[in-house]
Nanobody, 122 residues
Framework: QVQLVESGGGLVQAGGSLNLSCVAS??????MGWFRQAPGKEREFVAA????????EYGNSVKGRFTISRANARNTVFLQMNSLKPEDTAVYYC?????????????????WGRGTQVTVSS
């Protein structure tokens, strides 16, 4: 059974940092990433990475502030979030795809975690 389990969310003040983790079990994936969804808004691409080539992509709103990394041996992907802003407040979802390339479209990802809440206070 495939599972993606996120952890690391919480409440932080603006300018602070959080580090999210996602552990995958049940199979390996070609690429994994993070999306987020705030109340009343569409699910937004945050970052993704491929396993073999180490390619990484970031959403425009998080470039320069967030860093995605992976630990292949542990089938884990991390999202280091720095300089957090109130507009980063959302539920953050880990996602995985069997494709060899990174997609910015959430419909390309077939496995999802349950999400972890990130709240940034002003």
């Amino acid at each position: 059974q495939v599972q993606l389990v996120e952890s690391g969310g919480g409440l932080v003040q603006a300018g602070g940092s959080l580090n999210l983790s996602c552990v995958a079990s049940g199979r390996t994936f070609s690429a994994m990433g993070w999306f987020r969804q705030a109340p009343g808004k569409e699910r937004e691409f945050v970052a993704a990475t491929t396993w073999l080539g180490g390619n990484k992509e970031y959403g425009n709103s998080v470039k320069g502030r967030f860093t995605i990394s992976r630990a292949n041996a542990r089938n884990t992907v991390f999202l280091q979030m720095n300089s957090l802003k109130p507009e980063d407040t959302a539920v953050y979802y880990c996602a995985a795809t069997l494709s060899d390339y990174i997609s910015f479209d959430y419909s390309s990802y077939i496995y999802w975690g349950r999400g972890t809440q990130v709240t940034v206070s002003s």
